[in-house]
Nanobody, 127 residues
Framework: QVQLRESGGRLVQAGDSLRLSCAAS????????LGWFRRAPGKEREFIAG????????VYSDSVKGRFTISRKHVENMGYLQMNSLNSEDTAVYYC????????????????????WGQGTQVTVSS
């Protein structure tokens, strides 16, 4: 069992930057892809970024491409999401998740592929 915990969410102004962190509770030495999702009020959970285990495949949704950057540090069991040029449409609860089912070069966009999830961290962007 792996527990994930997101942190870093808070209230910011439009145009600000924010970095979210995702900490895993134990050594996740098995290969897995890291994904970031978000759920805005009244909307479905949305895939926004993913990184393969090897780090050789990175995928972003069109809504965040060019503004957000996903990264990870295997040794520290940490994942990150750097968010720049935030706007009000980025207001949501952000979740990190890990997927053990794919290959080391694969990233999946569907939430159902991810077995472990954090509790989420709220990001609110005021305009």
């Amino acid at each position: 069992q792996v527990q994930l915990r997101e942190s870093g969410g808070r209230l910011v102004q439009a145009g600000d930057s924010l970095r979210l962190s995702c900490a895993a509770s134990r050594d996740t030495s098995s290969s897995f892809a890291l994904g970031w999702f978000r759920r805005a009020p009244g909307k479905e959970r949305e895939f926004i970024a993913g990184m393969s285990y090897r780090g050789d495949k990175i995928v972003y949704s069109d809504s965040v491409k060019g503004r957000f950057t996903i990264s990870r540090k295997h040794v520290e069991n940490m994942g990150y999401l750097q968010m720049n040029s935030l706007n009000s449409e980025d207001t949501a609860v952000y979740y990190c998740a890990i997927d053990y089912t794919g290959s080391v070069h694969e990233v999946k966009r569907i939430p159902g592929a991810y077995a472990y999830w954090g509790q989420g961290t709220q990001v609110t962007v005021s305009s």
